[in-house]
């Protein structure tokens, strides 16, 4: 086995998120162990007390910007990385937190804290490909471990990631789901979502919220139109298409189109 020195060196860097995407890289056990052995996991505060300083050869980087000290530090983590890989919602799309981007945020923070002149914040939630340019972004609110192992292995492979483009309806279909939209009404974000959960939540009966953000094509247009024709009002519709993924620019028109409708 080669030495450590020779491996490659990883770094996971956490900003603005509730650390789901890094619970879903520990939760890969078994799979986990393997990758260990054949890198260098040299920051990754999460589970280990050990952090070593850059460069390192991957960084990965869960969560979104949301203050003047993540916007500087995402830099600096840019410069130490030289493949910079974004993992979840948060980090790829500004995540549940980006609903504050069409509100008054200064109003949010005088209601909430009893001091808020300490309170430094920006007023936009942003997915990190808005501050850095990155290499690969890898969806889900949590993301899919076994998507994140293929995305490890083929990062030293040199190789491109077998990561699914497409949308929760062609799980659907593979698992016979009848569809919910079209036979009980049920508004379902399926057709315009990546798919990776494996169609969970239709698969018991309730519509896709849309965790892993848009597919590669996704016609928003034609779904909220036929939420319309099913009787889903515009201000149903900005409420689903602004959940995990709100800001990702897909749904963020999406949800505006119907909101200025």
């Not at 054949?38 to 050869?57: N, Q």
């Not at 896709?208 to 024709?229: D, F, K, W």
């Amino acid at each position: 086995m080669s030495s450590n020195k020779e491996r490659p060196r990883i770094a996971v860097f956490k900003f603005a998120s509730c650390d789901g995407c890094q619970l879903s890289l520990l939760d890969a056990e078994d799979e986990l162990l393997e990758i260990v052995a054949a890198v260098d996991v040299a920051y990754l505060p999460e589970a280990s007390r050990t952090m070593l300083k850059g460069p390192y050869d991957i960084g990965f980087v869960e969560g979104s910007v949301t203050t003047h000290q993540d916007a500087q530090r995402i830099q600096e983590v840019r410069r130490q990385c030289k493949t910079l890989i974004t993992i979840g919602a948060c980090a790829t799309a500004g995540g549940i937190q980006a609903l504050r981007n069409w509100k008054d945020v200064d109003e949010f923070v005088r209601v909430v804290y009893a001091t808020p002149q300490f309170i430094s914040t920006l007023k936009l939630s942003t997915p990190i490909a808005e501050h850095v340019p990155v290499d690969f972004e890898l969806r889900g609110c949590p993301i899919n471990k076994y998507h994140l192992i293929e995305l490890i292995t083929a990062t030293l492979a040199g190789r491109k990631p077998n990561i699914p483009t497409y949308s929760v309806c062609i799980d659907c279909k593979r698992k016979a789901n009848v569809c919910i939209t079209v036979a009980r009404g049920i508004t379902c974000l399926g057709p315009v979502t990546q798919a990776g959960c494996g169609a969970l939540c239709p698969s018991y009966d309730r519509g896709c919220y849309g965790c892993y953000g848009p597919m590669e094509t996704p016609n928003t247009a034609s779904l909220t139109n036929q939420l319309r024709i099913l009787g889903q009002t515009d201000d149903q519709n900005v409420r689903a298409f602004r959940g995990f993924n709100a800001w990702s620019w897909q749904f963020r028109k999406a949800s505006e189109e119907c909101e200025h409708k």
